[in-house]
């Protein structure tokens, strides 16, 4: 599986913005596609996540209410719509995705394919 990110930029706070991932390759049924993001210094944080076949999302607690993830089956790719964006929302963010595993959605190690990153800059 290879993965496409694309949307990132520069906004003001309180601004919105929608990031891509298009996938290549196979995705299974019950594979996971989820978006992580990494501010300097800091470690890499999971922001959102999709079960491919039921549609069940996942959400991190920062960004609950502000932040939605789809998906287009058609297009095989994922979206993270973002709005009412905060300074603290700035970092690369990375699309990646997983096989069919038991361990948990939000765990950074339980991934197997990574995009290749787009950076978000929230200006205050």
């Known amino acids: 599986v290879q993965l496409q990110a694309s949307g990132g930029g520069l906004v003001q706070a309180g601004g919105s913005l929608r990031l891509s991932c298009e996938a290549s390759?196979?995705?299974?049924?019950?594979?996971?596609l989820g978006w992580f993001r990494q501010a300097p210094g800091k470690e890499r944080e999971f922001v959102a996540a999709?079960?491919?076949?039921?549609?069940?999302?996942s959400i991190a607690g920062s960004v609950r209410g502000r932040f939605t993830i789809s998906r287009d089956n058609g297009k095989k790719t994922v979206y993270l719509q973002m709005n009412s964006l905060k300074p603290e929302d700035t970092g690369v963010y990375y699309c990646?995705?997983?096989?069919?595993?038991?361990?948990?959605?939000?765990?950074?190690?339980?991934?197997?394919?990574w995009g290749q990153g787009t950076q978000v800059t929230v200006s205050s």
């Open positions: 990646a995705a997983r096989n069919p595993k038991t361990l948990s959605i939000y765990l950074t190690s339980s991934y197997d394919y």
């Open positions: 999709i079960i491919w076949s039921t549609n069940s999302t």
């Open positions: 390759g196979r995705i299974f049924s019950s594979s996971a």
